[in-house]
């Protein structure tokens, strides 16, 4: 089985190179959806976050208000790593479980879409990798519209992360986001038969 690993900073537009590969009927996994399940209480994961950072990142009903939490990760190096170090055990007991599930069943390739591929280790998981890169200014717009924050915690969120340069260096593709949406298709699908998932 074939394993895409689709990654790259927040903003740069993954999600909608996601869906281009699931109109190609492959199976996608996506790592923050998987986090986010994780996260309903009650939750092994969720209590290990309240055990490390407080109460300070719940909601009044016990669920994570992930506002708080990304206030304190963002602004400080080492929580950042704390946070990433609990939530990618979590995320990646599951993931490699669905990826011995699709292996079982005889899908000859699957998307795994995770932001955090490298931090987490998902990269040595994968086949091929997948970097979705795009301006800042870009990246900023895309932010702002998705999560309803300020543009100061955005590029907070974007100083944090691997650089573009990081990215290139560790991909064996590069997607480059920053035209119309439909100039994705062609490109994704480029990248499917040059793999041979696809007929050319």
Known sequence: MLVFGLTGPSGSGKGEVAQ??????????????????LLLPP??????????????ILNPDGSLNRRALANIVFS??????????????????????????????????????????????????CN??????????????RILARDGISRKEAELRIDAQKSDAFFRANSDYIIENNGAPEELRPKVKKILCETGVLQS
């Open 76 to 125: 400080d190096a080492k929580e950042l790593d704390e946070l990433n170090r609990i939530a990618h055990s979590y995320v990646m007991g599951t993931i490699r479980r669905k990826l011995e599930h699709y292996r079982n069943d005889g899908i000859s390739a699957v998307l795994l879409d995770a932001p955090q591929l490298f931090e987490a280790g998902a990269d040595k998981d």
């Open 20 to 37: 281009h590969f699931a109109s190609f009927d492959i199976p996608v996994l996506d790592a923050d959806r998987i986090y986010h399940q």
């Open 128 to 141: 091929i990798i997948i970097s979705v890169l795009s301006d800042r200014e870009n990246r900023v717009r």
């Open 43 to 56: 939750s092994p994961c969720l209590s290990e976050l309240v055990r490390h950072f407080g109460d300070r």
